[in-house]
Every structure is written in structure tokens, then in C-alpha cells.
């Protein structure tokens, strides 16, 4: 793939070139991993899983046929 050159902005904004963004699926309000490795900048997509997350919160992986009352009711109780 050849390389696109991007101007840093105020505030050291950069904006991701659309052939780029649509190739990696970013869509805003994405998160990315940035890095610096062998003096140049990396930036990885960072796909939100939300059974992950479930699993960091209860301790334990989300099975959805035994956790999925009690993520209702939960629900049901914060938004009350």
C-alpha cells in the first residue's frame, strides 16, 4: 500500500485518510492503541467487545443462557 502524508493540526490533531478508515472499518468515536516502535508511530484499532467487559465486571465469562436474567434485571434496576 503506498503511503498518505497527513498534516499534524491544532492541538497535534491528525485525520485517518478515508481509503485508510474504511480498509481498518474505523468509524468515529473509535478507540486506537498508539504506540511508538523503532521511532515510528503505530496505531492499532481497539475493538470494543462488550463481553469482555461483561466478564471483567462479574468475574467470570458471560454465558448468556445463565447471566442473561440477571443482566435484565440489572438493567431494568438502573434505568428505574
Do not use: N
Not at 521511532?39 to 447471566?67: A, H, N, S, T, W
Request: charged share 45%.
Amino acid at each position: 500500500m503506498e503511503s498518505d502524508v497527513v498534516r499534524v493540526g491544532k492541538k497535534f490533531t491528525l485525520v485517518i485518510p478515508k481509503k485508510v478508515r474504511e480498509m481498518l472499518g474505523i468509524k468515529e468515536g473509535d478507540l486506537l492503541s498508539v504506540k511508538v516502535k523503532e521511532g515510528k508511530i503505530i496505531m492499532e484499532p481497539k475493538k470494543f467487545d462488550p463481553f469482555q467487559v461483561l466478564e471483567r465486571i462479574i468475574g467470570e465469562p458471560y454465558d448468556e443462557r445463565r447471566d442473561e436474567k440477571k443482566a435484565e434485571e440489572w438493567l431494568r434496576d438502573a434505568c428505574s
